[in-house]
């Protein structure tokens, strides 16, 4: 039979057989015997077994071995004893520990043990010890509690990053971002920033303390200040969030509250990148404290909102796929927050001619300076120092633009060091202060309680937070920065001596490429240079060819090194039948290259294997692509011409 039977199949039958086997001749019990082996495909000697057997009940339920157990429970009262004094210890370090404990316990008569038990605990191995111990340790072993997710957290949805869906301007993100420098404590300045999903506009707000009831007091300044309507907020986890006070705002003006997984940022990808880039690029990661940092920080966020939002391109995803491990992204043009808006069929035409307006009537340039000097005050307050009781007058059009230049070459620095951000401790509290509107100025209110605060730290001064704004901060930098060029210069001009030979060479074929001239340099000074110094090489290779241009040069395509056909590096294992083998192919054109090497492998025993054939594969398809050639040759030498003349 082509399927066997199974084991219930052949107990049946054998119950079948047995007592017809049994009571049957000689001749017809070869006959049962030899039907028998075919179908189950057993021994005939177990076979013969089987039918032979007296016959026997079948137990009624599973069988099972039981055997005398080993150890009494005068042993096992013992080792949980031994167990208590060695402080509940595993298996492996009861089983080391076991005789210098019977002993110590003994000689103390702290136990009394006969020579039976004391044998069968010093025999009993550690696997032993531990199933003779599971039940006392689950009496005592308490089990773990779930940490529980706080009641308030579940009546807020989870929103993950993927669950947007390209939602239309109204659905927006918060964050806090601290002002609290390399220390997390006392109280500082936060600063609360909401981005829009769809449109990318950015508002941002000084909070003088942290505190839900001033939180949503801002938000409800700049909900107000919108040009379009907030119909969903994504927060985080932390409690200035996760709130009575900010559920019942929410559900007054029919905002979708949602937040987002806990310890995953990229639920908030959008506002985490508006953090650094709009908070962090403009106030950096000192500390803030203070009435005179919070106005400060206020005016410069009533300036950076508008620049942002109407002067700030930026790139929004289009597309994204992923085909195994490889992503591909395609990106929209950039373009403003502004200018989406304007797109966007949601905003009615009323708010858009207040965009158009309002786009109109602001100086990018003028935006700047109120920019510069408000950091110029944060500077001045971040360093321990008094401010004016007025912000620095800004410089005129033509003076501002012609320190825009220098400030560009020598390398404006940011005030944003390059130091660690601090971590925000989720369980800090603080006092309580209205904070700012939404507006472009953002006054201070007149009616605020301020709680006490401590002295500002005082700030090195020699930390470089902007440049230009103290010459000695500016010499300073400078020194740092040939410091620099002096240390890295054996790096950078390691092909000065050679760079001449290098030039000549590229004036004679200016199309070469850099891995073939730096191959011929390595081989013409061996030892002198190394791999890791070829991408430094192919760029001073592209900017010869960008000054060679604009000298007026002609320089064709690049050229790669070219790659020569080694040839057969093997012998032809076909050599001495190919004249035989192609007689057979001009035979039987439709023959396979398996049944061609067939062929000659009977024809010639131990000349060819089987592993010859991939190779006889690629032969016999050139040789059929060569006849294809050859007869679509052949066809246009006998097609006869036609000319125009000979169709009238």
Known sequence: MDTPLTHQACIELVRTLRARYQASRSRTKKQILKEFVAVTGYNKKYALHLLNAPEVSTPAGPR????????????????????????RSCGKILKAAMPTTLDALERHQRLKLDDAVRGQLLVMSAATIDRALRSVRAVGKSKKRRRGVPEIRRLIPVRTFGDWNDPPPGSMEMDLVAHCGEANRGSYINSLVLTDIGSGWTECAALLVRESGLLVQTLDGIRAGLPFVLCALDVDNGSEFINETLIEYCLAHHIELTRSRPYRKNDQAWIEQKNGDVVRRQAGYERFEGIAAFQALSRLYGTVRLYQNFFQPSFKLAEKHRWGSKVTKRYLPPATPCDRLLQAESVPESTKVKLRELALSLDPVKLMQEIHASRARLAVIAQGGEPKTQLPKAPNLPA???????????????PTPAVQNPARDPHQTAGVMPASSAASSMPMPTQAKVVPLRAAKSIPADRPLWHGLDPEIKRQSTLKQQEFARRRIRRQHAFTLVWPLVCRRLEARPNFSAAELFDELCTQYPGRFHRGQLAAFGRRVIQWRKDARARGMQIGPRTYRDVKDRGRRRPDPFQAHWAEMLRCLQADPDQTALELLATFMAQYPGVYQMHHLRTLQRRVKAWRRDAVERLIGSMHEFTPSVSPEAGR
Do not use: I, N
């Open 64 to 87: 099972r071995r039981r055997r005398t157990p080993l150890y009494d429970e005068a042993a096992k009262k013992a080792l949980v004893e031994v167990w208590e004094v060695l402080d």
């Open 400 to 414: 501002f633009l012609a320190s825009v230049s220098p400030a560009c070459q020598g390398g404006e620095v940011r």
